[in-house]
């Protein structure tokens, strides 16, 4: 597998921005549809966005949408997560993750995984 390395979570205040990248240092993922899930403090792994292999399609969890926004960048081997009007429920570690090939567009399976980024939003 590929590995997967995010970065750029932090401490941000109610309503601000972050910006997190995943990377593979090395290798390509560019024919594998990305995803970002999060997992809250003490509950389970939730999705939060896919972008499909080209960039031409994105799919957002109702919670994120129209505050983040996925895209890629293929040359460089590297996604990004803009995360926009942050609220503290969003406070979560943040995961990507490659899709299988021949995996249900957004539903995965996704078979490669980061080992994330905390992202703490204070209210």
């Known amino acids: 597998q590929v590995q997967l390395v995010e970065s750029g979570g932090g401490l941000v205040r109610a309503g601000g921005s972050l910006r997190l990248s995943c990377a593979a240092p090395?290798?390509?993922?560019?024919?594998?549809?990305m995803g970002w899930f999060r997992r809250p403090p003490g509950k389970v792994r939730e999705f939060v966005a896919a972008?499909?292999?080209?960039?031409?399609?994105?799919y957002y969890a109702d919670s994120v949408k129209g505050r983040f926004t996925i895209s890629r960048d293929n040359a460089k081997n590297t996604v990004s997560l803009q995360m926009n009007s942050l609220r503290p429920e969003d406070t979560a570690v943040y995961y990507c993750?490659?899709?299988?090939?021949?995996?249900?567009?957004?539903?995965?399976?996704?078979?490669?995984w980061g080992q994330g980024t905390q992202v703490t939003v204070s209210s």
């Open positions: 090395g290798r390509t993922f560019s024919s594998n549809t």
């Open positions: 993750a490659a899709a299988a090939i021949g995996s249900k567009w957004y539903q995965g399976p996704y078979d490669n």
């Open positions: 972008i499909s292999w080209s960039g031409s399609s994105t």
